[in-house]
């Protein structure tokens, strides 16, 4: 499977960004996906996960209020939808691919794909 992730960019603080990931090859749609962060200095921290079917979803306490994400099985791709961005969000955001089908696995570990990851910069 090969994760393709954009979007990304420069916004100022209370502004919005879509993030896509593309997923080629493999059976991306049987498992769940999620987006990751990594701010400079700082570990890859967990954002967001959706299931199998885009039923069930989770997201971190940080972004929730702000932050949705979904999927589309025909296209094989996965958003984040940010909106009400803060400069505390700036970060390389990554998809994963879950070794699982449900929303429950959020740690690092419960995935076996990533993608190269795109940057967000928000600026107060």
């Known amino acids: 499977v090969q994760l393709q992730a954009s979007g990304g960019g420069l916004v100022e603080a209370g502004g919005s960004l879509r993030l896509s990931c593309a997923a080629s090859?493999?059976?991306?749609?049987?498992?769940?996906a999620g987006w990751f962060r990594q701010a400079p200095g700082k570990e890859r921290e967990f954002v967001a996960v959706v299931s199998r079917y885009g039923i069930s979803t989770y997201v971190a306490d940080s972004v929730k209020g702000r932050f949705t994400i979904s999927r589309d099985n025909a296209k094989n791709t996965v958003y984040l939808q940010m909106n009400s961005l803060k400069p505390e969000d700036t970060a390389v955001y990554s998809c994963?691919?879950?070794?699982?089908?449900?929303?429950?696995?959020?740690?690092?570990?419960?995935?076996?794909?990533w993608g190269q990851g795109t940057q967000v910069t928000v600026s107060s």
């Open positions: 994963a691919k879950s070794k699982y089908s449900s929303s429950n696995h959020r740690r690092t570990w419960d995935y076996d794909y």
């Open positions: 090859g493999g059976t991306f749609s049987s498992y769940a």
